[in-house]
């Protein structure tokens, strides 16, 4: 049986929609995170930088940054013990569902990730974030050398380097969130611009 969308729903898409084109979000996803949805997402945005005829250097930067925000996805999010409230669905957010939204702003790519963090993880990530954004080009990458040296590597990935490469990549300070959703539990958002 087919079921028929309210006025107020079809308004509400509407907005949506309007909203997307307002900040000229050209990929918008939300949901659980998997290795061949990463491929997808990155043959989806080669394409449109391709048809929207960007530099190559504009599109290399924007890629190598998108590539390492989805490692850091799906390497680092912490998986609730149960589903969270969804204003969206109501049904309840997936135990490991993140977002992920690119868009363009005065000639500028932005990316926008979030995922949930374990409350216990905020402060040790607050202080590498600080510690990040505090330093020069040069420095950035002395400390790079120094872990890659060191072999610093979690069991999930490069002992921070991943957050390191964005700075450098993207040329910009990282912009970060956390949101209190639990006694266990925060969402985590960060916010990257991409300069010329």
Do not use: W
Request: hydrophobic residues 35%; contains cysteine; proline residues 3%.
């Amino acid at each position: 049986m087919q079921q028929v969308s309210t006025p107020n729903q079809m308004i509400d898409i509407y907005d949506f929609y309007n909203k997307m084109q307002r900040h000229n979000i050209m990929l918008s996803f939300k949901g659980e995170i998997s290795s061949e949805l990463l491929t997808s997402i990155l043959h989806i945005t080669e394409s449109k930088l391709d048809r929207m005829q960007e530099e190559p250097k504009i599109k290399k930067k924007v890629f190598n940054v998108l590539v390492e925000c989805l490692q850091n996805l799906y390497h680092h999010i912490d998986e609730m013990e149960t589903p969270v409230p969804d204003p969206v669905s109501e049904n309840g957010a997936s135990t490991k569902s993140a977002i992920l939204m690119i868009g363009k702003e005065d000639n500028n790519y932005y990316i926008l990730t979030g995922n949930h963090i374990l409350n216990e993880k905020i402060s040790s990530l607050r202080d590498r974030l600080d510690k990040i954004n505090s330093l020069s080009k040069e420095e950035l990458k002395a400390l790079y050398q120094e872990i890659l040296n060191n072999e610093e590597f979690s069991n999930k990935g490069g002992g921070g380097l991943g957050m390191i490469d964005i700075v450098r990549k993207s040329g910009q300070k990282l912009s970060y969130n956390f949101q209190p959703v639990n006694d266990k539990h925060s969402f985590f958002s960060l916010h990257i611009k991409i300069g010329q």
